[in-house]
């Protein structure tokens, strides 16, 4: 199948001239100003070879096998890689399959279907169940920023160098350059617009004559871009923690700041009805005692135990991961019971490597062997193994995806007047996360700018109906962006709003679970504007009454 993802208008000077384009075009004959597309026919007849999946932790049910799609899209004779898939077969009568996304961006599907697929056992009702490391993440051709990559923001640790711009640009570019050196060709076409391409020639590499798709978090963006560039292959999706397709970074800094503010408010007030919570009974006080360790954690670092100091950012970066899931809140009071206690680190500490928020260090070996591969000189695209992805590619991938979908590139004078104006505000969003945050300000400089594909193209889509669901207490993905993406998707979305806490509800929520089975399933979604309840509560779903 050929689409073109920005065809140049023809310009219409009278009727005659139009009948004519069409009257050639019928006859077979191009019209003089659309250039030939590119033959993608070889992707288009592929068909995956599944075996078992390789590794000590792989589950033996689980199956691998890679398809082959253009490094770009545009010349697709310069170059492929391969895309790594997942599946866990159907174990009643097969309707076809099912593509998960697991988010980010820059999360490795393989990896995390093999170690978490039992929640999605109950599609394999219907589905064969599959998933993908999208490019340049995982085992498909992974970025890397080499021995940068243990801070592929360019910021340092406990972000004091917002306060000294001029060094902190200079230190911007020069990670840009070592990312662009590690990763090789792949980052230049690493991109949502991309990775969505790659969808549509995995689903006909299925043969699936519609793509069935479940995304969360970022992967609702990847989502809604398919939908965009392909509405008539769009079978039944469902999209969890709704991204936003308008919002500029620097703007969904604020956004993250506010959203994961009020998570920490939820756990507060959780927390200080509990007699060992370390802040207290008072929960206005406990806010305030928040906001003081961090503080003094910034001023007097404490040691780790396993080298180096935790900074009262590093703090911010780690409670960020556990307000993820509501269920991480018992491991999280009392990680900051050990911390103010006793001054262990250790509990926070393993809530900071679970996630992306604090820099993950690869080791010399790994950067250099990551050197090795990608100095311009890996051009086969083959499948890496999976000891040999970078250890830093999480947080590369994460970066490298998000400009390059996003076509904001304020220079260093623009830059340096946000660092003087913008603080407060940030501040006043949440004065824990606030100043964490800001940096997003900074994360594209020195970087190529990204597509207006998504802000332009990515609206008012003609597809089936698609199923959207937000979390009222989600710190990463605030609910506002689900009803602002549905206005913008159009009639094909409904909306159902999730009560609860946490980022994204199908893990959290049995209504919200649910709801998402039985529309992949069966077809039957829920009335638009619907509701799940919040835990505890009734989990059939209700009547949505609030205003928006």
Same mark, same amino acid.
């Given at each position: 199948?050929?689409?073109?993802?920005?065809?140049?208008?023809?310009?219409?000077?009278?009727?005659?001239?139009?009948?004519?384009?069409?009257?050639?075009?019928?006859?077979?004959?191009?019209?003089?100003?659309?250039?030939?597309?590119?033959?993608?026919?070889?992707?288009?007849?592929?068909?995956?070879?599944?075996?078992?999946?390789?590794?000590?932790?792989?589950?033996?049910?689980?199956?691998?096998?890679?398809?082959?799609?253009?490094?770009?899209?545009?010349?697709?004779?310069?170059?492929?890689?391969?895309?790594?898939?997942?599946?866990?077969?159907?174990?009643?009568?097969?309707?076809?399959?099912?593509?998960?996304?697991?988010?980010?961006?820059?999360?490795?599907?393989?990896?995390?279907?093999?170690?978490?697929?039992?929640?999605?056992?109950?599609?394999?009702?219907?589905?064969?169940?599959?998933?993908?490391?999208?490019?340049?993440?995982?085992?498909?051709?992974?970025?890397?920023?080499?021995?940068?990559?243990?801070?592929?923001?360019?910021?340092?640790?406990?972000?004091?160098?917002?306060?000294?711009?001029?060094?902190?640009?200079?230190?911007?570019?020069?990670?840009?350059?070592?990312?662009?050196?590690?990763?090789?060709?792949?980052?230049?076409?690493?991109?949502?617009?991309?990775?969505?391409?790659?969808?549509?020639?995995?689903?006909?590499?299925?043969?699936?004559?519609?793509?069935?798709?479940?995304?969360?978090?970022?992967?609702?963006?990847?989502?809604?871009?398919?939908?965009?560039?392909?509405?008539?292959?769009?079978? &039944?999706? !469902?999209? =969890?923690? /709704?991204?936003? $397709?308008?919002?500029? #970074?620097? @703007?969904?800094? +604020?956004?993250?700041?506010? %959203?994961?503010?009020?998570?920490?408010?939820?756990?507060?007030?959780?927390?200080?009805?509990?007699?060992?919570?370390?802040?207290?009974?008072?929960? &206005?006080? !406990?806010? =305030?005692? /928040?906001?003081? $360790?961090?503080?003094? #954690?910034? @001023?007097?670092? +404490?040691?780790?135990?396993? %080298?180096?100091?935790?900074?009262?950012?590093?703090?911010?970066?780690?409670?960020?991961?556990?307000?993820?899931?509501?269920?991480?809140?018992?491991?999280?009071?009392?990680?900051?019971?050990?911390?103010?206690?006793?001054?262990?680190?250790?509990?926070?500490?393993?809530?900071?490597?679970? %996630?992306?928020?604090?820099?993950?260090?690869?080791?010399?070996?790994?950067?250099?062997?990551?050197?090795?591969?990608?100095?311009?000189?890996?051009?086969?695209?083959?499948?890496?193994?999976?000891?040999?992805?970078?250890?830093?590619?999480?947080?590369?991938?994460?970066?490298?995806?998000?400009?390059?979908?996003?076509?904001?590139?304020?220079?260093?004078?623009?830059?340096?007047?946000?660092?003087?104006?913008?603080?407060?505000?940030?501040?006043?969003?949440?004065?824990?996360?606030?100043?964490?945050?800001?940096?997003?300000?900074?994360?594209?400089?020195?970087?190529?700018?990204?597509?207006?594909?998504?802000?332009?193209?990515?609206?008012?889509?003609?597809?089936?109906?698609?199923?959207?669901?937000?979390?009222?207490?989600?710190?990463?993905?605030?609910?506002?962006?689900?009803?602002?993406?549905?206005?913008?998707?159009?009639?094909?979305?409904?909306?159902?709003?999730?009560?609860?806490?946490?980022?994204?509800?199908?893990?959290?929520?049995?209504?919200?679970?649910?709801?998402?089975?039985?529309?992949?399933?069966?077809?039957?979604?829920?009335?638009?504007?619907?509701?799940?309840?919040?835990?505890?509560?009734?989990?059939?779903?209700?009547?949505?009454?609030?205003?928006?």
């Amino acid at each position: 199948m050929l689409v073109k993802l920005s065809p140049r208008p023809a310009v219409r000077r009278c009727a005659g001239a139009g009948a004519l384009t069409l009257a050639l075009l019928g006859a077979g004959l191009p019209a003089a100003d659309r250039p030939p597309q590119p033959d993608l026919s070889r992707f288009y007849r592929q068909k995956p070879t599944w075996t078992g999946c390789k590794g000590p932790d792989m589950p033996k049910d689980l199956q691998c096998a890679k398809v082959t799609v253009p490094l770009d899209y545009a010349r697709p004779r310069a170059g492929t890689l391969d895309i790594a898939l997942a599946r866990y077969r159907a174990t009643g009568t097969s309707q076809g399959s099912v593509l998960l996304n697991f988010g980010g961006p820059g999360g490795p599907g393989v990896s995390e279907l093999a170690s978490d697929g039992r929640k999605f056992m109950d599609l394999t009702n219907g589905y064969d169940v599959v998933t993908f490391d999208p490019r340049g993440v995982g085992r498909s051709s992974p970025v890397s920023c080499g021995e940068g990559g243990d801070d592929a923001s360019g910021t340092t640790d406990d972000h004091t160098d917002l306060g000294h711009p001029q060094a902190l640009l200079r230190q911007l570019k020069r990670t840009a350059e070592e990312c662009a050196r590690y990763s090789g060709p792949v980052l230049a076409h690493i991109g949502t617009v991309d990775a969505s391409r790659d969808l549509d020639v995995i689903r006909q590499a299925l043969g699936d004559k519609k793509l069935n798709y479940l995304g969360f978090s970022y992967g609702t963006r990847l989502g809604a871009v398919y939908a965009a560039q392909f509405p008539h292959k769009v079978g &039944r999706f !469902a999209l =969890d923690g /709704v991204d936003t $397709l308008t919002e500029p #970074l620097a @703007e969904q800094g +604020v956004a993250g700041a506010e %959203g994961q503010q009020t998570a920490l408010d939820d756990f507060l007030d959780w927390c200080t009805t509990d007699i060992a919570c370390p802040f207290g009974r008072d929960r &206005r006080a !406990a806010g =305030d005692q /928040v906001v003081r $360790l961090v503080n003094w #954690l910034d @001023e007097k670092p +404490v040691p780790t135990g396993v %080298g180096g100091t935790f900074s009262g950012q590093d703090l911010v970066g780690a409670i960020g991961q556990a307000l993820y899931s509501k269920q991480l809140w018992p491991s999280l009071e009392r990680a900051l019971a050990s911390l103010v206690q006793d001054g262990d680190t250790r509990g926070v500490l393993d809530f900071a490597a679970g %996630g992306t928020s604090l820099p993950v260090r690869s080791g010399t070996a790994t950067a250099t062997a990551t050197a090795t591969s990608y100095a311009g000189i890996r051009t086969d695209g083959g499948l890496v193994e999976p000891q040999d992805v970078p250890a830093d590619n999480l947080l590369a991938a994460l970066m490298a995806i998000n400009c390059a979908d996003d076509p904001d590139r304020p220079g260093a004078a623009r830059i340096t007047e946000n660092l003087k104006n913008l603080p407060a505000r940030y501040e006043q969003a949440s004065p824990v996360f606030g100043r964490y945050r800001l940096s997003e300000l900074l994360m594209c400089y020195g970087r190529p700018r990204g597509t207006d594909f998504i802000r332009d193209r990515v609206k008012a889509v003609d597809t089936a109906k698609m199923l959207l669901v937000g979390t009222r207490g989600d710190p990463a993905t605030p609910y506002r962006w689900t009803v602002e993406t549905a206005a913008r998707l159009g009639p094909s979305a409904v909306v159902l709003d999730n009560k609860g806490d946490g980022h994204t509800g199908y893990d959290s929520s049995p209504c919200v679970h649910r709801k998402i089975d039985d529309f992949l399933l069966y077809g039957t979604l829920p009335p638009n504007g619907s509701s799940c309840p919040a835990d505890g509560e009734d989990w059939s779903a209700t009547a949505n009454t609030d205003d928006g």
